[in-house]
């Protein structure tokens, strides 16, 4: 049996067994919990890692190297019972790397298909813009639509799938910028920022005998995540809060301040993040704080600012969010 068709397997024997408020409060304490272990003083960046796999959608971090953004990646990774493969994202990574390649076996006489590195439920994007554009591409169609066709023939991935990719800034040497698109898959994008005084001391002292990852053990399975995927989606989200998030998306298309504002691909990953967002935080309906809480998260990454502002400013796409945020009417009677 191909590696595929053992994907495809796995996700038909997926258990779809509801749960409840309870049991998803427990699990998802547990997964917390246990990245806890690992990274210490980020709770915000570990909870952003967990609604993007909630969501369905996949984590861009982005700092300066030795924060712990592959950490945190590995962390969440280990947490759960599930395939994870690495990518490390080189000048010379060819697309062939990430998706698979067909090799022609002389003893069948027919090509094979090789999965590539992205055939795992998480897939870790190490320094994903130190490689070409072109490499980069290769994981649009695995992000958006869990598939990958090489040879004209369709493969379905591993279901939960998460793309977790960590980049440098792009005053780094030897770095590329995201295309817009690329850019656009991610669900969110965070910084992990340097840890305080008592955080590094603390690492120094639990580092300084072992490597605290190889005592995490999964808190969970990989089949067990789906169930915790459908509950979040099953969050109610009122009519006029879909049209406040449809309101706050608008908004940056005409904002005089961004040249590119968000896609209509940001406005339902807003909404996705936000169901899972009340979620953990014990409620079965999204309130209008959940939305703009997530908001720079989701969109910021996505936009480009109105030509000059990058210079006029450190923070303009922040900024006109903020501004943006201010001036749309929250809904009458929306729940708070």
Not at 131 to 152: C, H, I, N, R, Y
Request: hydrophobic share 45%.
């Amino acid at each position: 049996m191909h590696a595929t068709d053992t994907a495809q397997t796995a996700h038909d024997a997926v258990d779809t067994t509801p749960i409840d408020a309870a049991e998803f409060a427990l699990r998802t304490s547990a997964i917390l919990d246990s990245i806890t272990e690992v990274i210490d003083g980020k709770d915000d960046a570990i909870r952003s890692a967990l609604i993007c796999l909630l969501a369905q959608g996949h984590l861009l971090v982005e700092d300066v190297p030795g924060v712990g953004k592959t950490m945190l990646a590995r962390a969440l990774a280990a947490s759960i019972d599930a395939t994870v493969r690495r990518i490390q994202f080189t000048p010379d990574l060819l697309p062939g790397d990430i998706t698979g390649v067909s090799v022609y076996n002389p003893v069948a006489q027919e090509f094979e298909f090789k999965p590539g590195a992205v055939f795992a439920h998480i897939v870790i994007a190490d320094e994903i813009n130190r490689s070409s554009p072109k490499t980069q591409s290769a994981l649009l169609e695995a992000m958006e639509e869990g598939q990958v066709t090489v040879d004209g023939r369709s493969r379905p991935l591993p279901d939960p799938f998460l793309v977790v990719a960590t980049q440098n800034p792009l005053e780094m040497e030897g770095t590329y910028a995201l295309p817009e698109a690329q850019r656009d898959r991610f669900m969110m994008r965070i910084s992990m920022g340097y840890p305080d005084a008592a955080a590094e001391t603390l690492m120094l002292r639990q580092r300084d005998v072992a490597n605290p990852l190889d005592e995490i053990r999964p808190v969970l399975a990989a089949t067990d995540v789906r169930g915790l995927i459908s509950w979040a989606r099953a969050v109610h989200v009122a009519p006029a809060l879909e049209e406040y998030a449809v309101a706050l998306s608008q908004a940056t298309r005409s904002d005089p301040n961004l040249h590119l504002g968000a896609s209509p691909r940001a406005t339902l990953q807003l909404v996705r993040a936000a169901k899972v967002q009340a979620a953990l935080d014990g409620r079965d309906y999204v309130v209008p704080d959940d939305l703009t809480v997530l908001l720079p998260a989701v969109f910021a990454h996505r936009m480009i600012p109105a030509r000059g502002l990058h210079r006029a400013g450190a923070r303009p796409i922040e900024t006109a969010l903020e501004a943006i945020v201010r001036r749309t009417p929250v809904p009458v009677g929306a729940p708070r």
